[in-house]
């Protein structure tokens, strides 16, 4: 599976939006963009999928790049809830989600 | 909404006894899947299961086995818990492949 690179923290205050990016220069034509996140001690939560088009749920939106080299997430209005780390993973297979490092968004009110 | 429950949040253990953790999805999902997190390490598969009987090893199954008598139902046992199988471990199911993993609130393993 493709490798994933992520900031490793960043802030946002809260109300606002916040844009997590993630750059995946490597990802071949049938790997899915993963956004997960993992609130403290806690098991991670399920975000948001991607294969190609943008995406938007209840909880966030997904943007990819046009030669889907990177992609943003969008937590639209950033609440003290929301401080998590954030993966990034890109896979072919369900089974082998890699969760790296990851992004350490904190939400400041 | 997706529910995965783990029995235990915490968990005691002593050097040579043998552990159970046991995991249950009641969403019907047909795989089920067995990870650690560690510091710095990420999480890492143990084991996964795609139907009932049926299981497959992870990157890391030294040390550990799973069972899977019931859909529902995934259970990783230590046979003879190690200091080094301190950890935070993480049940997650899923309906299919290439759809999203939903994960359990994690059991937190200390082994002395």
């Known amino acids: 599976d493709a490798k994933t690179t992520q900031p490793t923290s960043m802030d946002c205050a809260e109300g606002r939006a916040a844009n997590l990016p993630c750059n995946h220069s490597?990802?071949?034509?049938?790997?899915?963009v993963y956004w997960y996140r993992q609130i403290h001690s806690q098991g991670p939560q399920y975000i948001i999928h991607g294969l190609k088009n943008n995406e938007t749920n209840e909880m966030a939106s997904l943007i990819i790049t046009e030669d889907r080299k990177s992609s943003t997430l969008i937590l639209p209005h950033a609440t003290l809830r929301d401080t998590a780390v954030y993966y990034c993973?890109?896979?072919?297979?369900?089974?082998?989600?890699?969760f790296g490092a990851g992004t350490t968004v904190t939400v400041r009110a | 909404d997706v529910k995965v429950t783990q029995s235990s949040r915490y968990l005691v253990k002593r050097t040579g006894e043998k552990v159970f953790l046991e995991c249950v999805q009641d969403?019907?999902?047909?795989?089920m899947f067995w990870y650690r997190q560690d510091p710095g390490l990420g999480l890492r598969l143990i084991y996964f299961s795609y139907d009932v009987k049926m299981k497959e090893k992870g990157d890391i199954p030294e040390g550990y086995s799973v069972s899977r008598e019931k859909k529902e139902r995934f259970s990783l046992i230590l046979e003879s818990a190690s200091t080094n199988q301190t950890s935070m471990y993480l049940c997650?199911?899923?309906?299919?492949?290439?759809?999203?993993?939903?994960f359990g609130p994690g059991t937190r393993l200390l082994v002395l």
């Open positions: 490597t990802i071949s034509g049938n790997e899915y």
């Open positions: 969403m019907d999902h047909e795989n």
């Open positions: 993973i890109v896979s072919s297979n369900d089974y082998k989600l890699s």
């Open positions: 997650a199911s899923s309906p299919g492949f290439l759809v999203p993993q939903y």
